[in-house]
T-cell receptor, first 113, second 114 residues
Framework: GENVEQHPSTLSVQEGDSAVIKCTYS??????FPWYKQELGKRPQLIID?????GEKKDQRIAVTLNKTAKHFSLHITETQPEDSAVYFC????????????FGAGTILRVKS | NAGVTQTPKFQVLKTGQSMTLQCAQDMNHEYMSWYRQDPGMGLRLIHYSVGAGITDQGEVPNGYNVSRSTTEDFPLRLLSAAPSQTSVYFC?????????????FGPGTRLTVL
């Protein structure tokens, strides 16, 4: 079945630096790749997503890139701020269990001021 | 709009007890789902529903039952709680499919089984 691997598991950056989180997936039929942010004790919330017909998508300081050939996608956060500190989850769609999402294990991002 | 709501926020059970986690949404979403979140394992799909009266199993369905009698409500039942079911449970809903549209999550229920 679909396997989504996420790296790194923890990431510490200085405020103002960039952060990059990478995910790989195994199902070549996957066509939807969202990223969710979960602040401590809160619910996951969608921050950006990309579909397989697009190679890159940007929303202010956040961008996602997709390489379908290599089966990996990445989240890029520029000019990090303390409020970016959270757990970030990538996910990929799969036809297993119907058309569903499989989530990565998550990355704890700490932005030090 | 309240969005997706869940009750209770916290629950402690003894092994073998049963209980129902409640989930409701007021966005008129057809798709609803239940996930469990465990450290280092992301979010795993337990059960889902594509509309009232229709439910199906996800990745980790054993030990859980669901029903969907209305568009708004999607309760999750633990039949006989086990320590392995200690987890944080999130309900989610979406307008489109589970793998094609934004998932709106509830605030979560933290369950401990002793």
């Amino acid at each position: 079945g679909e396997n989504v691997e996420q790296h790194p598991s923890t990431l510490s950056v200085q405020e103002g630096d960039s952060a990059v989180i990478k995910c790989t997936y195994s199902d070549s039929a996957s066509n939807y790749f969202p990223w969710y942010k979960q602040e401590l004790g809160k619910r996951p919330q969608l921050i950006i997503d990309i579909r397989s017909n697009v190679g890159e998508k940007k929303d202010q300081r956040i961008a996602v890139t997709l390489n379908k050939t290599a089966k990996h996608f990445s989240l890029h956060i520029t000019e990090t701020q303390p409020e970016d500190s959270a757990v970030y989850f990538c996910a990929a769609s799969t036809l297993e269990y119907g058309n569903k999402l499989v989530f990565g294990a998550g990355t704890i991002l700490r932005v030090k001021s | 709009n309240a969005g997706v709501t869940q009750t209770p926020k916290f629950q402690v059970l003894k092994t073998g007890q049963s209980m129902t986690l409640q989930c409701a949404q007021d966005m008129n979403h057809e798709y609803m789902s239940w996930y469990r979140q465990d450290p280092g394992m992301g979010l795993r799909l337990i059960h889902y529903s594509v509309g009232a009266g229709i439910t199906d199993q996800g990745e980790v369905p054993n030990g859980y039952n669901v029903s969907r009698s209305t568009t708004e409500d999607f309760p999750l039942r633990l039949l006989s709680a086990a320590p392995s079911q200690t987890s944080v449970y999130f309900c989610a809903s979406s307008y489109g499919g589970l793998a094609t549209d934004t998932q709106y999550f509830g605030p979560g229920t933290r369950l401990t089984v002793l």
